[in-house]
């Protein structure tokens, strides 16, 4: 008999990820959050400020990072069924 694999979320929690849509190369990382609304909670307006906190107020550094991508991303490992 074949050998069934499944894969299941290892944790409850996630991480929120920045990608520079660009490159794809991950600006920063939200860990260890529990599941959200990625909607409600990152709005326009917190994504924005959590740029500029990171990368500063400088308008010509934030417009070289060009688009960004938020994700929401958990980690599922397989495991024999």
């Not at 260890?32 to 990368?55: A, S």
């Amino acid at each position: 008999m074949a050998k069934k694999i499944k894969f299941m979320k290892g944790s409850s929690r996630l991480t929120v990820k920045f990608v520079q849509a660009g490159t794809n190369k991950i600006l920063f990382e939200i860990k260890d959050r529990d599941w959200m609304n990625i909607g409600e909670l990152f709005t326009d307006h917190y994504v924005d400020q959590l740029l500029k906190q990171t990368y500063g107020h400088d308008a010509a550094k934030l417009e070289k990072i060009g688009k960004v991508i938020v994700l929401v991303t958990g980690e599922y490992d397989p495991i024999a069924g």
